[in-house]
């Protein structure tokens, strides 16, 4: 029968495996750079729902003859209004209504093609610029073209 001891110690030597390990993952460069791709991609959410609430959509409502389109609704069933009688007792219970808010709908898909699109442009930008990084001809560094010419010229 194993002794505590020595489970206490291959536990102990498991969880430090683990959070070495975990250091390793966490410390490197691509996790670090997708944590500030995510939070800058926050904040270009934001961003661009400020964008298409606050200046997109009062436009486009002015252009469709004042409509408000977030507030736009297909309503389901009206709300009821609790109804009590002159001693407090409820006599007809009260219903929320229920509506479908298609206008807050297109409003989220205006503001997912926006991001969508962008982050389209930034992928395309960098996959152009690491394709004109790998054409690029891997010629000498300036040191090494220095050094080439001072062995050169003692050559002569």
Same mark, same amino acid.
């Given at each position: 029968?194993?002794?505590?001891?020595?489970?206490?110690?291959?536990?102990?030597?498991?969880?430090?495996?683990?959070?070495?390990?975990?250091?390793?993952?966490?410390?490197?460069?691509?996790?670090? $750079?997708?944590?500030?791709?995510?939070?800058?991609?926050?904040?270009?959410?934001?961003?661009? =729902?400020?964008?298409?609430?606050? *200046?997109?959509?009062?436009? =486009?409502?002015?252009?469709?003859?004042?409509? /408000?389109?977030?507030?736009?609704? &297909?309503?389901?069933? /009206?709300?009821?209004?609790?109804?009590?009688?002159?001693?407090?007792?409820?006599?007809?219970?009260?219903?929320?209504?229920?509506?479908?808010? &298609?206008?807050?709908?297109? =409003?989220?898909?205006? $503001?997912?093609?926006?991001?969508?699109?962008?982050?389209?442009?930034?992928?395309?930008? *960098?996959?152009? *610029?690491?394709?004109?990084?790998?054409?690029?001809?891997?010629?000498?560094?300036?040191? $090494?073209?220095?050094?080439?010419?001072?062995? /050169?010229?003692?050559?002569?």
């Amino acid at each position: 029968m194993p002794s505590s001891k020595n489970t206490l110690k291959n536990l102990n030597e498991f969880i430090m495996g683990m959070l070495k390990e975990f250091k390793e993952f966490a410390l490197k460069g691509n996790l670090v $750079d997708m944590a500030i791709a995510f939070v800058m991609g926050g904040a270009f959410g934001k961003v661009v =729902t400020a964008f298409v609430e606050k *200046m997109f959509a009062p436009v =486009t409502g002015l252009i469709l003859g004042g409509i /408000d389109l977030n507030s736009q609704v &297909w309503s389901l069933r /009206d709300e009821v209004k609790e109804v009590k009688d002159a001693t407090g007792a409820v006599i007809t219970k009260g219903q929320a209504g229920l509506a479908i808010h &298609w206008g807050e709908f297109i =409003t989220a898909c205006i $503001d997912f093609i926006l991001v969508a699109f962008v982050m389209f442009m930034i992928i395309k930008a *960098m996959n152009k *610029m690491k394709k004109k990084q790998a054409e690029a001809p891997a010629g000498p560094s300036s040191t $090494d073209a220095l050094l080439m010419e001072i062995r /050169d010229s003692l050559k002569k």
